[in-house]
């Protein structure tokens, strides 16, 4: 019966991989000759089962075809070829998901020149509504390489249904998922420009070239009336819209200048400033985490300092906590990674010098330092590391970046209510290190198998366990790939806190 249950899933189902050589089983779906450029494990029918929604992408302009397909997962599992396919929507942008139509199942938004589209995918001939404003976008063109995903779905703006908060180019607009619009807030963007010289040789590609920095947006009640407020963090400043019973006015009602970029940094371009408004200390006020990473080769550093909200807002210039790393360009995140319900400061280094460049040229592989901060009994981030790991990730030179995905604490791997690190060895192995209570990494569970390219996640069979979601964009010969969860696994039970 096992050979012809194999040859069974050979000829009608998606590829399996062998079933007993780790925690995870591996499903491959073919790329029928188009690469993925983004794909998603997502429940779009309203069955409670997760499906695997692509988009394919083959051809260069003017011939590129862009193509959604859709893997309705039925009683027999996932399906290797599509349940059906569609044309993507002409000119869009960038997407994201979420449920905003009444029907169940999950929706598909794609942010147009001039407006989005929501798409049910429940089946072939599922409703669609066209939303279309009165202004451009900030999706005023396609990405010729493939179709990020961006926050259009709120469901915290109040509303029965989530709301979405459409970015055009100098403005938010804030829609009703029936296409009301219920304010405009005016944001800030940054752009550089270039143009080539007159009389110049042809360097540029085009007369013109326009680079858009939309503000990053946070959700979060910042003056403790227990209303979502909405929080745009650019470069140069942070603008606070407050929620009233009527809603929120188009000006912000506070604009703090950030004055983190140098002349030096801002003459130069370089010098990048992030930022994430959230509850950290549990006061039910949000609290501003600001970095900023300047400089270049020979001078580089990354400081991220944390702002503790309160009656008078955030005080800009007296941080309650601050933290430096020297000679590293460095990502943060809020995160509540050891499950105890307080977020803790996830900061992830990349050591830049000319020292650093040279070592990556011979090894081929960058350092990566991965350091957690938790929050004292005072609400404020503690200075001293409740975790620090180095990590050595593998740097392709084809293609200009890692060889797997990037490590993350994203998940909570073993069940445990703590966020395991995740990593994808060198494109070949799942590297999963349990995170202990004590704050200690448990010992590596690797398994084998093609990790190049973006993770994802999801809980294909609803069995609870996160599932994994892999697939390369750049590459269009490649499968996308399942790393499917077999259940309680012995080499992923929590153990004992010693054990490293």
């Known amino acids: 019966m096992r050979p012809l249950r194999a040859l069974w899933l050979a000829l009608l189902g998606p590829a399996l991989g062998a079933a007993a050589d780790g925690p995870y089983e591996l499903i491959s779906i073919p790329p029928d000759d188009a690469r993925t450029v983004a794909a998603e494990l997502v429940d779009l029918d309203g069955d409670a089962r997760s499906d695997l929604l692509r988009f394919a992408f083959s051809g260069v302009p003017p011939d590129e075809r862009r193509r959604i397909h859709v893997h309705l997962q039925g009683d027999a599992g996932l399906p290797a070829s599509p349940s059906f396919s569609a044309a993507l929507p002409p000119g869009a942008a960038a997407y994201d998901l979420g449920d905003v139509l009444p029907g169940g199942g999950i929706e598909l938004v794609l942010l147009q020149p001039d407006g989005v589209s929501i798409v049910s995918l429940a089946a072939p001939d599922a409703p669609r509504r066209r939303l279309q404003l009165d202004g451009a976008t900030i999706g005023a063109a396609v990405d010729e390489q493939g179709l990020p995903r961006t926050r259009l779905v709120r469901p915290r703006l109040g509303g029965a249904r989530p709301r979405l908060l459409v970015p055009l180019l100098r403005q938010l607009a804030l829609l009703e998922p029936d296409g009301r619009e219920l304010a405009r807030l005016e944001i800030s963007p940054h ?141 943060e995140q809020l995160l509540d990674v050891d499950g105890d319900g307080r977020l803790e400061l996830v900061r992830v280094g990349i050591p830049v010098s000319v020292l650093e460049l040279a070592e990556m040229l011979i090894t081929r592989a960058a350092d990566v330092h991965v350091i957690v901060h938790r929050a ?60 202990r209570a004590d704050g200690r990494l448990g010992r590596v569970v690797r398994q084998e198998l093609p990790t190049a390219g973006v993770l994802r996640h999801g809980d294909l069979d609803g069995d609870g366990l996160p599932d994994l979601l892999i697939f390369d964009p750049r590459d269009p010969a490649a499968a996308v790939r399942i790393a499917r969860r077999r259940g309680d696994r012995p080499e992923l039970r929590p153990r004992d806190p010693a054990d490293q």
């Open 191 to 331: 752009a550089r420009i270039w143009a080539p010289e007159p009389g110049a040789p042809l360097a540029m590609g085009s007369d013109l070239h326009l680079m858009l920095r939309a503000p990053h947006v946070s959700i979060a009640d910042v003056d403790g009336d227990a209303r979502v407020d909405v929080i745009t963090l650019g470069r140069h400043e942070a603008r606070v819209f407050l929620a009233r019973e009527s809603g929120f006015r188009a000006r912000p009602d506070r604009v703090l200048p950030l004055r983190r970029v140098s002349e030096r940094d801002h003459v130069r371009g370089t010098g990048v400033v992030r930022g994430d408004a959230r509850d950290v200390d549990g006061d039910g006020r949000a609290d501003l985490l600001l970095s900023y990473a300047s400089g270049n080769l020979s001078d580089a550093h990354t400081r991220t300092e944390l702002f503790l909200g309160g009656p008078d807002g955030w005080q800009l210039d007296a941080p309650d906590a601050s933290f430096t790393s020297a000679a590293q360009w460095s990502m």
């Open 376 to 435: 004292s009994a005072g609400g404020v981030l503690d200075p001293e590391p409740w975790l620090r790991r180095k990590l050595g990730v593998p740097i392709s030179f084809e293609t200009g970046s890692t060889r797997g995905f990037m490590p993350t604490f994203g998940l909570d791997l073993d069940g445990d209510g703590r966020r395991d690190l995740l990593g994808s060895g060198a494109g070949d192995a799942i590297e999963i290190r349990p995170l």
